[in-house]
């Protein structure tokens, strides 16, 4: 999957993403939205509430990164889940990009080559995962 070094840079990150930009998960669908407006149709509520499960979820996964033997069925539900709202593949490299430039914004000076490349693995690997579940949960 990803090395332990990524892991841990991920886990940092995300926890200093969190404290530097609390309204993260609203500039990750601006960032999102920004780059396909054909994805806000994907979402039936309210982009507050989005943005709070979106980060709710992404803190269950990083916080499991240690243990994805119990995390990947929860991203394969993901996934299929996903598949089932309209999401497809295309789309997981969108949502990526949205995402990297989100922990840009809110790490700022400290998002280096280093940082992005551990989150570009470890988003690869998830997204990988997720888009399995999708394409098996297809009838």
């Given amino acids: 999957m990803?090395?332990?070094?990524?892991i841990e840079l991920v886990q940092v990150t995300w926890a200093q993403a969190l404290h530097k930009a609390p309204n993260a998960g609203r500039v990750f669908y601006d960032q999102l939205f920004a780059a396909d407006p054909t994805l806000r149709q994907l979402f039936r509520g309210s982009i507050e509430d989005q943005s709070r499960k979106l980060i709710g979820m992404l803190s269950m996964a990083?916080?499991?990164l240690d243990d994805i033997?119990?995390?990947r069925p929860v991203l394969s539900e993901l996934g299929r889940r996903h598949g089932g709202y309209g999401v497809t593949q295309p789309h997981y490299a969108t949502v990526g990009a949205a995402l990297v430039g989100t922990l840009g914004i809110a790490l700022g000076d400290t998002f280096t080559a280093e940082v992005?490349?551990?989150w570009l693995n470890v988003?690869?690997?998830l997204s990988e995962?997720?888009?399995a579940g999708a394409a098996a949960g297809v009838d």
């Fill in 62 to 64: 990083i916080g499991k």
């Fill in 123 to 125: 988003y690869h690997a």
């Fill in 129 to 131: 995962t997720m888009i």
């Fill in 116 to 118: 992005k490349t551990a």
């Fill in 69 to 71: 033997d119990a995390l």
């Fill in 2 to 6: 990803v090395d332990k070094a990524s």
